[in-house]
């Protein structure tokens, strides 16, 4: 995923130099930053995010140009230009920012090119579910071959690395501080959507009382990570030919992109079917995130109610 993360950008990288030499730039650099985490609902909020008049996100969703290993290369002249200068608020949604420890300096990048008043918003959900659906969109796209009990109970992976929430927020904590980080869950952003994003609204400095018909959807659920549909669709747009769609989808007018997704993660289906783990399994994968949940509730100065499966004694 990540390869194909950095290949999305490979004609405007082959473009670059001819684009400096013509001094060419457009934009401006954002102004709200949200970093993640996978499979936490970050499609959906970016979609969200840029139907209020006050905020322009970008298209495509993804740049992930502060990971020196995939688009910092390309400079700030470029990042800039998938901006719109006139708007207020502007921002991007990479999950990769939050990708420690095998993408690091991501924050002290931002905080270094960054204007003073960007904002950050961090997405999070119940460790060990998010495992779960980060598990389940890996085996749908032919990423993942492993048995699920070995993939997940190691404690050095990614699923594990990227369910610490207090460990992956640190880094931008120490560079923007608490006052410029918003830590939203998942699931209040699909309990509570409207209060939830007037709650987001209002730290992003526009007005909170901003209502859209359009916050009924959810994007990318999950629904067909399991299913056929997703793996072809999935692997197609790899594909020499389709790799121009797969780059430009984000840039497709909202009705367009949101038919295609309709046809690949149909949200009349509901969340997809996760698997049942076995209690002794579940505990062990829970007491890898006990102290690091607890350190984010002491973070934030409130529970999120996480890691109450089997056996869910401290």
Known sequence: MVARARERFAAERRHLG???????????????????????????LHHYLNLHPEIAMSRPKELNFFVAELNWDLGPDWYASHFD???GVRGETSPHYTNRPRFAGVAERMRELLPDSARV????????????????????GGYEARPLEAALADPDSAYVARSRYAMQAEPYLREFGADRLLIVAREELAAERRATMRRVFGFCGVDPGFDSSQFEREWETGSAKSSGGFRFMDRAVRLPGLRAL?????????????????????????????????????????????DDVA????????????????????
């Open 18 to 44: 001819r684009r400096r030499r013509r001094g060419v730039r457009h934009g401006a650099l954002p102004n709200l930053l949200v970093i993640g985490g996978l499979k936490c609902g970050t499609t959906s």
């Open 85 to 87: 200068g006139a708007a």
């Open 121 to 140: 918003v961090y997405l999070v959900r119940d460790p060990v579910d998010r495992m779960l659906s980060h598990y389940l969109h890996n085996v749908g």
């Open 246 to 290: 797969d780059r430009n989808f984000d840039r497709l007018p909202e009705s367009l992109r949101w038919l295609v997704e309709r046809m690949v993660h149909d949200p009349d289906t509901g969340a997809a079917p996760k698997p049942t783990l076995d209690p002794q399994l579940y505990d062990r994968l829970a007491s890898l995130f006990r």
């Open 295 to 314: 350190e984010l509730e002491r973070l934030t100065g409130r529970s999120f109610g996480w890691l109450s499966g089997p056996g869910a004694s401290p």
